[in-house]
């Protein structure tokens, strides 16, 4: 599986999909031209399990595909047990330091092991885990973070660089395919945005092993999100990324509605319709913003992928609406209405969210049939 390209970038295609190996998490294939699955992890003590139970449950309803809980004692592997069997969606079992948790994790119905092959007391116990999950039917996620490399080859690079954690990467990698593992998924996680992405086109070209993207601890609020959606954003434009989390200090459901956003701008998923809507200046003649607010608040309840455009003032409103499915081009006290480059009519500012809203549910409609 590990290829011949050792030291060398990958010079991908912008968009052009890297082909991986495809690994099954349960009822999701990460990998194999399979659609880019969002992760996100509980922030429960995962103990309490009517707390993780409820706090899963508004992932996967936000749209989370797979979730990981974290696995960092014995009470914590036992109520996985339990959990297991009151969710349906695939659950990641996240372990560090003791492999033993790994192979409870696994006894107590974990689809996916994350270990962090930097911590995990050395290859040895690496190998005891990604065997128990072959024997078991689940994959396992060979996790390197540059806060916990090797000491070797931080001595060797003089610090967690992007070559220090390909190397690891690699070495591990190596190790578990020349002993006959599989179902292997990798990651290359750091909080530098330029590290990360350089860490993984270096890695592409030497396995055919699915990557696990994003960016670790991106923080919170506005900073997160912009530090994610710029890492996360990159590796997909050059075709890298099978399985992504954001990382928020935040709810996992802001994870993955953030993680939507950026599979949808990204042209990888569709979630629900499009809203382009211009940033308003000194020739916008209605007060657009409410109007914005308004639409993008209804538009929830839909889920065809409608291109949904509310533009503000007639100089680039009639172009950018008629390239939508439906759009409004606001002028003075109302605006035109557009469907697929047609012009419908006028209507008044009053009236003009609820006319919009009638087009979008027959694009809707036009969808199911």
């Not at 960092?72 to 069997?85: N, S």
């Not at 919170?220 to 996360?232: D, E, F, N, T, W």
């Not at 382009?276 to 065809?304: D, H, M, W, Y």
Request: charge should be neutral; proline fraction near 5%.
């Amino acid at each position: 599986m590990m290829g011949n390209a050792a030291g060398k970038e990958a010079g991908t295609s912008v968009f052009v999909r890297r082909e991986t190996v495809a690994v099954r998490c349960k009822d999701v294939i990460i990998g194999g031209g399979a659609p880019v699955s969002i992760q996100t992890m509980t922030k429960t003590l995962t103990y309490d399990v009517s707390a993780t139970v409820e706090a899963i449950e508004s992932a996967v309803s936000e749209g989370a595909d797979i979730v990981r809980l974290a696995v960092p004692d014995e009470e914590a592997a036992r109520a996985f047990a339990v959990i297991r069997e009151k969710v349906k969606c695939p659950l990641v079992a996240d372990i560090h330091f003791d492999p033993n948790l790994a192979l409870l994790a696994l006894d107590s119905g974990a689809d996916k092991i994350r270990v962090n092959p930097g911590n995990i007391g050395g290859q040895g116990h690496l190998l005891r885990v990604a065997r128990a999950a072959r024997d078991k039917g689940a994959s396992i996620r060979v996790g390197v973070n540059s806060g916990s490399l090797e000491k070797d080859l931080l001595a060797k690079y003089g610090g967690p660089v992007p070559e220090a954690m390909v190397e690891s990467a690699v070495r591990h990698l190596k190790y578990l395919e020349d002993s006959g593992c599989d179902g292997l998924v990798v990651s290359l996680k750091s909080s530098k945005v330029e590290d990360t992405v350089r860490a993984y086109n270096l890695l592409a070209p030497q396995t055919k092993w699915p990557f696990h993207i994003g960016i670790t601890e991106a923080g919170p609020g506005l900073s997160g999100v912009v530090k994610s959606a710029c890492g996360i954003g990159s590796l997909l434009a050059l075709g890298l990324g099978d399985t992504l989390r954001v990382s928020l200090t935040g709810p996992s459901t802001e994870e993955v509605a953030v993680a939507k956003e950026i599979l949808q701008a990204m042209g990888k998923r569709t979630f629900g319709p499009e809203l382009i809507s211009c940033p308003t200046c000194g020739r916008t003649q209605v007060n657009l913003v409410p109007i914005v607010a308004e639409v993008e608040s209804r538009l929830k309840a839909f889920k065809a992928p409608i291109k949904v455009a509310v533009m503000g003032c007639p100089v680039n409103g009639p172009g950018e609406a008629r390239e939508a499915h439906v759009g409004i081009a606001c002028g003075r006290q109302g605006g035109i209405l557009f469907s697929h480059g047609q012009v419908l009519g006028r209507v008044e500012e009053g009236d003009m969210v609820e006319a919009l809203l009638r087009l979008v549910e027959v694009e809707e409609e036009k969808s199911r049939r």
